[in-house]
């Protein structure tokens, strides 16, 4: 079963052909990096309409290269939540146009299952069920997957994404969007042990995450060291700041899998690609005899080959909608 996807939840234009949920046929990703880098983020206003202007465009190449036409599918697949609404809006109604014109079903697709489902693609032998932490800039979950479409939320953030905090100390270092990949890339030169910073718990919540005061706490130390005149030492201040988040990661995760019994360990998100976080769990894994698995770093961002694969499994539910479908900016992976 061949699916064509869309993805346009934050600032990348994407489409993809995946066939049973495995297979790429095609994937094309135009970003936008390069105009919201003078801002230090993603500008809205700017994503939205930068969507318009190459959704046509990437959907097109994408069928191409996947040498078929849109009869050739057997459904459409979308993000519809959650996301930037108007980054959102404009993949959703030009899916339902196509779905219209094509008379193939409409899918939508939520954004963190399609991260969950890049492994799918990355690990063909892959199944459900497992415990999956997803990380990105707007995300930090814990997620027990029963089943391709039937997931627990066991531990969030209850503030900011461990991708804010990377982010948002990036910005304050000076250092260009997007900050955590140049923020991992400083840090592998650094001391991790140069700076201390605090570790926050949720009272109740074990599998819980708290990065606002972590986040917080980096920013005060720059700016005061900044106000007294002292250098930072930016590989050293990194190299500190991924440690700590990583920390708090697989502490939580490698608690949840201990309590809920799970083996099979997998990453998904725009954080799973972090080079100390993949070597963190490796490690742990490996000396507690537990299969870990984490998508391609090609997969690990935005894309649309995520959407498809996710989509097979929606539809393969009965998951699909009708031309009422809408965006959401918030919705529960559940």
């Known amino acids: 079963m061949t699916i064509f996807a869309i993805e346009s939840s934050c600032d990348d234009t994407a489409a993809a052909v995946v066939s049973d949920g495995r297979k790429v046929l095609s994937s094309v990703v135009a970003s936008q990096v390069f105009r919201h880098v003078e801002f230090g983020g993603v500008v809205p206003e700017i994503a939205g309409r930068m969507h318009c202007e190459a959704i046509s465009g990437v959907a097109q190449e994408a069928l191409d290269r996947a040498g078929l036409n849109i009869q050739d599918v057997d459904a459409i697949a979308v993000t519809a939540y959650p996301g ?33 489902a890049a492994n799918y693609i990355s690990h063909p032998e892959l199944e459900p069920p497992f415990l999956c932490l997803v990380v990105s800039g707007g995300h930090s979950h814990i997620v027990e997957v ?36 140049h923020m991992d890339k400083l840090a592998e030169n650094g001391n ?8 926050p718990k949720v009272s109740g919540s074990p599998y ?10 980096v920013i005060n130390t720059i700016h005061n060291m900044q106000q007294k005149g002292i250098e930072i030492p930016r590989e050293d201040m990194a190299a500190s700041v ?7 990661l697989t502490d939580r995760f490698m608690l949840a899998a201990r309590d809920t019994g799970h083996k099979r360990l997998v990453l998904a998100g725009g954080v799973s690609a972090n080079s100390l976080l993949r070597r963190r769990m ?34 393969l539910c009965g998951n699909t909608a009708d031309m009422s479908l809408n965006a959401h900016a918030e919705r529960s992976i559940e």
């Open 84 to 116: 930037l609404i108007g980054s959102l809006l404009v993949g959703v109604n030009f899916a339902k146009g196509l779905a219209m014109t094509s008379g193939k079903p409409l899918v939508p697709v939520h954004h963190l299952r399609g991260h969950i």
């Open 146 to 181: 029963k089943d391709y479409t039937d997931m627990k939320i066991i531990g969030r953030t209850r503030d900011d994404a461990a991708g804010e905090a990377f982010d948002k100390t990036a910005r304050t270092m000076g250092l260009p969007y997007p900050g955590g990949v």
């Open 192 to 199: 991790p042990d140069a700076f201390t910073f605090p570790v």
């Open 208 to 217: 819980d995450f708290s990065f606002s005061g972590l986040k917080t706490a």
């Open 242 to 248: 991924r440690q700590s988040v990583v920390n708090i």
């Open 282 to 315: 490796s490690e742990i894994c490996e000396s507690n005899g537990l299969e870990l698995y984490y998508p391609e770093l090609s997969l690990c961002g935005d894309n649309a080959a995520m959407i498809g694969a996710q989509g097979y499994y929606e539809l």
